[in-house]
């Protein structure tokens, strides 16, 4: 069954420290790509997203994300967190007329 | 202000008593799309629309119903609520025709809980 897969459920890091999440997906062909963020108590917005091109794609807030074809991921990446990060992040991939979103990761940044 | 609104934001109610979440969305998007998010499963799509009168099922459209008889709503029906329907709903709108290749808009959310 298609899926996708983030593998971190709760990720704790302090201030300053480098994020990775990760997400996997088991789409065949041509998919996009999407990171959600759900800041606490609001809504969901869009952090980056991926159609083509450049796979290295930059978003809002210093977060960036790398498409590896190969290896069916769209890891999520900051060089260096701030306590404002802390949200749950999905990841979400869109093919045809479906979208699926992984389980999302809960980050935590002490302060 | 471009916005995606539900009502009600929180309600309790109780099993059989049949309730409709209200979501309306004033950018003149084309695509809607209902969601529940349960602890531990993320969202789930329960039905989207792609057009005025054109809806279709997403991954848990059991026990659910939608309509969209005007481009701007898209409200969610739940004729006879279980137990099991206890979660946290979003609607989303999206400029083309699908949640797959645009972003998404997501309302506020209401919080369903049904005892």
């Known amino acids: 069954a298609q899926s996708v897969s983030q593998h971190n459920h709760h990720v704790i890091l302090s201030e300053a420290a480098s994020l990775e999440l990760g997400c996997n997906y088991s789409y065949g062909g041509t998919v996009n790509l999407f990171w959600y963020v759900q800041y606490p108590g609001q809504h969901l917005q869009l952090l980056l997203k991926y159609f083509s091109g450049d796979p290295l794609v930059k978003g809002i807030k210093g977060f960036e994300a790398e498409f590896i074809k190969s290896k069916f991921s769209f890891n999520l990446r900051k060089p260096s967190v701030q306590w404002s990060d802390t949200a749950e992040y999905f990841c979400a991939v869109g093919r045809d007329d479906k979208i699926i979103f992984g389980k999302g990761t809960r980050l935590h940044i002490l302060p | 202000e471009a916005q995606v609104t539900q009502n009600p934001r929180y309600l309790i109610t109780v099993t059989g008593k049949k309730l409709t979440v209200t979501c309306s969305q004033n950018m003149n998007h084309e695509y809607m799309s209902w969601y529940r998010q349960d602890p531990g499963l993320g969202l789930r799509q329960i039905y989207y629309s792609m057009n005025v009168e054109v809806t279709d099922k997403g991954d848990v459209p059991e026990g659910y119903k939608v309509s969209r008889k005007e481009k701007r709503n898209f409200p969610l029906i739940l004729e006879s609520p279980s137990p099991n329907q206890t979660s946290l709903y979003f609607c989303?709108?999206?400029?083309?025709?699908?949640?797959?290749?645009?972003?998404?808009?997501f309302g506020p959310g209401t919080r369903l809980t049904v005892l």
């Open positions: 989303a709108s999206t400029p083309a025709a699908g949640a797959s290749t645009d972003t998404q808009y």
